[in-house]
């Protein structure tokens, strides 16, 4: 009898373990398929980036960093001689590249304005403030014109693509009066075409070439260092210097009665011959 009931409960506990062990086994199968089926995990982020993916990269504008700048300077110098530094302001400019716009040149005052490449301005206003007896003023601006330049490009386009259509136009039309207001309209935007060239062009040389506008004034020469009249060679030095202004002083008032002594002296040994003359005693009687 026990070795039945034995033989029972051990039959129980095999089945109770062959039902835990399959019921294991579908749970997991069923968390994988739920696993399987569900969102997939989102990707780990890269190493190394410093931003997360919400965050956007803002890229650079071209010609950002490309600016146009339009640079002139003004300088005023003193000199005692105007027309030599306005030669050595002309040849200080050609040298760097540049050229002499608009000059005005006297003895007491000159006026010139020199054209040289942007990139060489410093060094040209540094050899232009050693010239002549003295720098009075110096003046730099800078003005952007990055701007003005795109707005000129950005309206060339439009026009050039506005003439096109025009001439498109132009090559359709068949009567004479729609050839006649074409030709009118074409005449206008071309015109407008080139006034905005004409723009870009007068941009472009500010931002290429430089401007300096110069005045010089004349200042007369400074005297020379007072010599030491000190000692026996400065006593010496007066002395003759002395002597000679005397001698100079003499000179000059014979000179200046040399002309009466000339008509005067005539008269005078005349006056006096008449004078002798009438103080000579008669001759006396002689006794009988």
Same mark, same amino acid.
Request: proline residues 6%.
């Given at each position: 009898?026990?070795?039945?009931?034995?033989?029972?409960?051990?039959?129980?506990?095999?089945?109770?373990?062959?039902?835990?062990? $399959?019921?294991?086994?579908?749970?997991?199968?069923?968390?994988?398929? $739920?696993?399987? +089926?569900?969102?997939?995990?989102?990707?780990?982020?890269?190493?190394?980036?410093?931003?997360?993916?919400?965050?956007? #990269?803002? &890229?650079?504008?071209?010609?950002?960093?490309?600016?146009?700048?339009?640079?002139?300077?003004?300088?005023? %110098?003193?000199?005692?001689? #105007?027309?030599?530094?306005?030669?050595?302001?002309?040849?200080?400019?050609?040298? &760097?590249?540049?050229?002499?716009?608009?000059?005005?040149?006297?003895?007491?005052?000159?006026?010139? +304005?020199?054209?040289?490449?942007?990139?060489?301005?410093?060094?040209?206003?540094?050899?232009?403030?050693?010239?002549?007896?003295?720098?009075?003023?110096?003046?730099?601006?800078?003005?952007?014109?990055?701007?003005?330049?795109?707005?000129?490009?950005?309206?060339?386009?439009?026009?050039?693509? +506005?003439?096109?259509?025009?001439?498109?136009?132009?090559?359709?039309?068949? *009567?004479?009066?729609?050839?006649?207001?074409?030709? +009118?309209?074409?005449? $206008?935007?071309?015109?407008?075409?080139?006034?905005?060239?004409?723009?870009?062009? *007068?941009?472009?040389?500010?931002?290429?070439?430089?401007?300096?506008?110069?005045?010089?004034?004349? #200042?007369?020469?400074?005297?020379?260092?007072?010599?030491?009249?000190?000692?026996?060679?400065?006593?010496?030095?007066?002395?003759?210097?002395?002597? %000679?202004?005397?001698?100079?002083?003499? %000179?000059?008032?014979?000179?200046?009665?040399?002309?009466?002594?000339?008509?005067?002296?005539? %008269?005078?040994?005349?006056?006096?011959?008449?004078?002798?003359?009438?103080?000579?005693?008669?001759?006396?009687?002689?006794?009988?």
């Amino acid at each position: 009898m026990r070795t039945r009931w034995r033989a029972g409960l051990a039959a129980v506990a095999v089945a109770f373990v062959l039902a835990g062990c $399959s019921a294991a086994q579908e749970k997991g199968m069923s968390t994988a398929d $739920s696993a399987g +089926s569900g969102p997939v995990p989102a990707a780990p982020p890269q190493q190394g980036s410093g931003k997360t993916g919400q965050e956007k #990269v803002t &890229a650079p504008q071209p010609g950002a960093t490309d600016r146009k700048l339009a640079r002139s300077a003004r300088l005023e %110098l003193t000199a005692t001689k #105007v027309t030599d530094v306005v030669a050595q302001a002309r040849g200080i400019a050609q040298g &760097a590249g540049g050229y002499t716009g608009q000059e005005s040149t006297g003895e007491e005052l000159a006026t010139l +304005s020199l054209a040289v490449p942007a990139d060489k301005l410093d060094g040209v206003l540094d050899q232009l403030s050693h010239l002549g007896s003295g720098l009075v003023k110096r003046e730099l601006s800078t003005q952007d014109v990055t701007e003005q330049v795109i707005d000129v490009e950005a309206r060339l386009a439009t026009q050039r693509a +506005s003439v096109e259509r025009i001439r498109a136009l132009l090559a359709r039309a068949t *009567s004479v009066s729609e050839i006649a207001s074409v030709e +009118s309209e074409l005449t $206008s935007r071309e015109a407008t075409l080139e006034s905005l060239q004409q723009q870009r062009n *007068s941009l472009a040389g500010s931002v290429a070439m430089a401007t300096v506008a110069m005045t010089i004034r004349n #200042v007369a020469a400074p005297p020379p260092p007072a010599e030491d009249g000190s000692g026996f060679l400065g006593g010496l030095a007066g002395g003759w210097d002395a002597f %000679l202004t005397f001698g100079g002083g003499l %000179l000059t008032v014979l000179g200046a009665i040399a002309p009466f002594l000339l008509f005067l002296a005539p %008269l005078g040994w005349l006056g006096w011959w008449l004078h002798r003359r009438r103080r000579v005693p008669a001759p006396e009687p002689s006794e009988s």
